[in-house]
Nanobody
Framework: QVQLVEAGGGLVQPGGSLRLSCAAS????????MAWYRQAPGKQRELVAA???????TYIDSVKARFTISRDNAKNTVYLQMNSLKPEDTAVYYC??????????WGQGTQVTVSS
């Protein structure tokens, strides 16, 4: 059974940083493309960043140059380094695969709140 466990969220002031992690089990992680999503209150879940099995990355425009997605195949873990955080980054963050038709069951997510 596939499990995705996100961690690392919290309350941070605007301009601050957080590093999220997502530990995956039940999949052959090294060949899986992975992605980070977020869902703000009253909004649809959106894909924020993705990383291929080979390490190529993509980002939505609003987080480019601020967020960095990375992976450690030895730990079956994908990370999201978030710098220069803004209030509009406030959301619950999730990881999953980047293809809707192949989504695994969602984990509990990790709350990120950016506020002074």
């Amino acid at each position: 059974q596939v499990q995705l466990v996100e961690a690392g969220g919290g309350l941070v002031q605007p301009g601050g940083s957080l590093r999220l992690s997502c530990a995956a089990s039940g999949i052959i992680f090294s060949i899986a493309h992975m992605a980070w999503y977020r869902q703000a209150p009253g909004k649809q879940r959106e894909l924020v960043a993705a990383i291929t099995s080979g390490g190529s990355t993509t980002y939505i425009d609003s987080v480019k140059a601020r967020f960095t997605i990375s992976r450690d195949n030895a730990k079956n873990t994908v990370y999201l380094q978030m710098n220069s955080l803004k209030p509009e980054d406030t959301a619950v963050y999730y990881c999953n695969v980047p293809v809707r038709t192949r989504w695994y069951d969602w984990g509990q997510g990790t709350q990120v709140t950016v506020s002074s």
